[in-house]
Each structure stands twice: as structure tokens, then as C-alpha cells.
């Protein structure tokens, strides 16, 4: 089983629908968590950490499930601007900082 | 800021030859990431630092791939010699201490080995 893995989708929505994703990881000693954006042929960008107790960012929600091993990002609303690959983060405890990233689930919005 | 800084952008070469990659991080950023993408294994950690100092290169490939940070403005990433399979964006990132894990990228450099 891959460390962490994400569906890769396509997932194609129209504008102003809800869409969620998830993120599983197998390593049940991960400490920390984050989504990060890719636009096509650019680099990730931190979209949010994902806290214990869930949080919010405007449109977006991210939740932690420590029982199940994975996380979620919610994305309301969707607008053109959202299309992009979301990659999800884990972060091991002790020893030495290593972040692994998901592949990625790309989210297509259209008109 | 300037941001991440990467060069070149784009690489073209040919197997057997060297390549070196350049990174100068956000100027007080503590911690140096050097990734590689490709569609077929993602985004994969090669190499960090933490104040010059190499933490974990667990992730280079193997003993063609090397990476030094002679300084705290500046890291190379080394291939010799390349091979085809070697074709990915690579991707240099720094953070700082305290806020380690909110990395900031460089632009990438696309690497063609033919």
C-alpha cells in the first residue's frame, strides 16, 4: 500500500457545485497534514493545513479522521479558478521531517 | 520577495552528460527541499537541508544523483551521467524553521534527457 494516495480523478463539476476529496495514509504515527495546489505546469502551492478539529478557509474545509487514516477537502461553490490538481501532505513524527505528497486528484470546473 | 529561484528552466541533453541544477531559496529560509515530478511516480522528496546541512537524502535515486548547499543562498542538484529516465520537472523548495512545513517552490526546472 502507497504511503498516501488520493484518487486521481478527473473529477468534473459545473460551477458552483460541491465537491469533496479524500486522502488516505498508511503510516498511523503522521503528525501533520496539509493541502497544496498545482496549477497545470506550475508549482504547488500551500492551500491549507489540516487541523485535528477541521477548518475553514473561505470556500474550502479540510477535515482529519486520525481513526480512519485519512484526510478531506471540501471545495463549495467551485468556481472556474478552483481547476487544478489538489496534492495532500503527510508529515511522520520523530526522526527526521519527511513530507510526502499524494499524487494528486485533479479537479476540473467548467461553465 | 523574489520568491524561489531556479535555473535553468528548461534543460535539454544528452544521456552520458552532466547536468547541474540551481537553487537560491527565500533569503532567511532555514530549510532546502529538492523534488522530482513525473506523471508516473508524482511529486518525490530527493534531498533536504536544514541550515546547509544535509538531513536525509534518502529519497536521491542513486549514486548519479548528488546535491550540495555550500551556502544558505544557494544549492545544486547534480546528475552524472544522466539517462532518459532521468526526464522530470524538478523542483527546489525552502521553509523556515518553526513554519517547516509550509514549503514554498520555485518555478522548476524541466529536465529532456534524450
Known amino acids: 500500500r502507497k504511503e498516501v494516495e488520493q484518487d486521481p480523478g478527473p473529477f468534473n463539476v459545473p460551477e458552483g457545485a460541491t465537491v469533496a476529496f479524500n486522502c488516505t495514509y498508511s503510516?498511523?504515527?503522521?503528525?501533520?497534514f496539509f493541502w497544496y495546489r498545482q496549477d497545470c505546469r506550475k508549482e504547488p502551492k500551500l492551500l491549507m493545513s489540516?487541523?485535528?478539529s477541521g477548518n475553514e478557509d473561505g470556500r474550502f474545509t479540510a477535515q482529519l479522521n486520525r481513526a480512519s487514516q485519512y484526510i478531506s477537502l471540501l471545495i463549495r461553490d467551485s468556481k472556474l479558478s478552483d481547476s487544478a490538481t489538489y496534492l495532500c501532505?503527510?508529515?511522520?513524527?520523530?526522526?527526521?521531517?519527511?513530507?510526502?505528497f499524494g499524487r494528486g486528484t485533479s479537479l476540473i470546473v467548467h461553465p | 520577495d523574489a520568491g524561489v529561484i531556479q535555473s535553468p528552466r528548461h534543460e535539454v541533453t544528452e544521456m552520458g552528460q552532466e547536468v547541474t541544477l540551481r537553487c537560491k531559496p527565500i533569503s532567511g529560509h532555514d530549510y532546502l527541499f529538492w523534488y522530482r515530478q513525473t506523471m508516473m511516480r508524482g511529486l518525490e522528496l530527493l534531498i533536504y537541508?536544514?541550515?546547509?546541512?544535509?538531513?536525509?537524502d534518502s529519497g536521491m535515486p542513486e549514486d548519479r544523483f548528488s546535491a550540495k548547499m555550500p551556502n544558505a543562498s544557494f544549492s545544486t542538484l547534480k546528475i552524472q551521467p544522466s539517462e532518459p529516465r532521468d526526464s522530470a520537472v524538478y523542483f527546489c523548495?525552502?521553509?523556515?524553521?518553526?513554519?517547516?512545513?509550509?514549503?514554498?517552490f520555485g518555478p522548476g526546472t524541466r529536465l529532456t534527457v534524450t
Open positions: 537541508f536544514n541550515n546547509n546541512v544535509p538531513i536525509d
Open positions: 523548495a525552502s521553509s523556515l524553521v518553526g513554519q517547516a512545513y509550509e514549503q514554498y
Open positions: 489540516v487541523y485535528s
Open positions: 501532505v503527510v508529515i511522520r513524527s520523530g526522526g527526521s521531517y519527511i513530507p510526502t
Open positions: 503510516n498511523s504515527a503522521s503528525q501533520s
